[in-house]
């Protein structure tokens, strides 16, 4: 579909007498039928905080849904983010910039090393940068530490995308924290009512197929009684649940109906220049 769409733009742009190149045409491409399928959305669930979606430093449009959720919470408040890369996407950086102080995980040394050398650190006053590789046994231990620098009190936010043992190390941890919202990855190849997980291997890596994480269903069933999922992004990246204590003050729809398949070329979207973290890395300086 998008192929097509884009030999249809290609068209019109020559017809028109403009050249763009490959790349330009992508992005003319994805901005249409991202327009088209919010207009979809509206018609179904029209109060969908999917249509808010916009993208900073997220993979697609977590930035503009979270910020929407947290209009109704309050903010700023805190986090915790479960495979924060190498913090140039992922969905809490734009949060750091708009004022909010939490805790930056990840398994992989090269994008801690990353975010050290460009921050010029790895603690701060509003942000903790740790490496480590969280599994269902060390996960509550951890989730104490970052609760500890959070000044003892429970994130606002817990965002989790770790392509594995997702579940898992979610159970373990709501063991320790309760935040307000969830923002969590699912494999969104599997649509409602498949309730598919990973079973439990602490030592598993992704190979990059479909053997990953959790679905939709899956989640929502864990948490059910808990938390109560409000959207998903366009992408079929995450999912965004809030606590239950919380849900009256948001519009809610069937399971069924907030699904977003796997559309994952759509986190290929540009947001402006090219990432850095020299924005947050002043920010930090000052406010240290």
């Known amino acids: 579909m998008l192929r097509a769409l884009k030999d249809r733009i290609k068209l019109h742009l020559r017809l028109a007498g403009r050249a763009f190149g ?12 991202l327009a088209r399928l919010r207009e979809a959305v509206r018609a179904r669930t029209p109060q969908n905080l999917l249509l808010r979606g916009a993208k900073v430093y997220s993979q697609c ?117 309760q935040p307000k919202v969830l923002c969590l990855e699912y494999n969104a190849k599997y649509p409602p009512p498949m309730a598919l997980a990973m079973d439990y291997n602490p030592g598993h890596r992704w190979s990059g197929d479909d053997y990953h994480g959790v679905s939709l269903a899956a989640l929502a069933r864990e948490l059910a009684g808990r938390y109560t999922l409000l959207t998903c992004a366009v992408s079929g990246t995450n999912a965004f649940f809030v606590r239950d204590d919380e849900r009256e003050r948001f519009p809610l729809y069937r399971l069924e109906e907030l699904y977003q398949p796997p559309r994952y070329h759509l986190t290929e979207v540009p947001s402006g220049s090219r990432a850095s973290l020299r924005w947050l890395a002043q920010m930090l300086r000052s406010r240290d």
């Open 61 to 177: 449009d977590e930035d503009g849904i979270l910020a929407a959720i947290f209009e109704v919470l309050g903010a700023p408040g805190t986090f915790v983010e479960i495979g924060c890369g190498d913090g140039l996407e992922n969905n809490t950086h734009a949060l750091l910039l708009s004022g909010w102080k939490g805790v930056w995980v990840d398994g992989s040394p090269v994008n801690i090393e990353r975010i050290a050398a460009a921050l010029g650190g790895t603690r701060f006053a509003r942000l903790l940068v740790e490496q480590q590789f969280l599994d269902a046994g060390n996960t509550p231990e951890a989730c104490r530490r970052y609760s500890d620098f959070l000044q003892g009190s429970s994130p606002d936010l817990l965002s989790l995308d770790i392509d594995g043992n997702d579940l898992h190390v979610l159970k373990a941890a709501l063991t320790v924290l």
């Open 22 to 33: 490959d790349d330009q045409v992508r992005q003319i491409a994805i901005a249409a039928e």
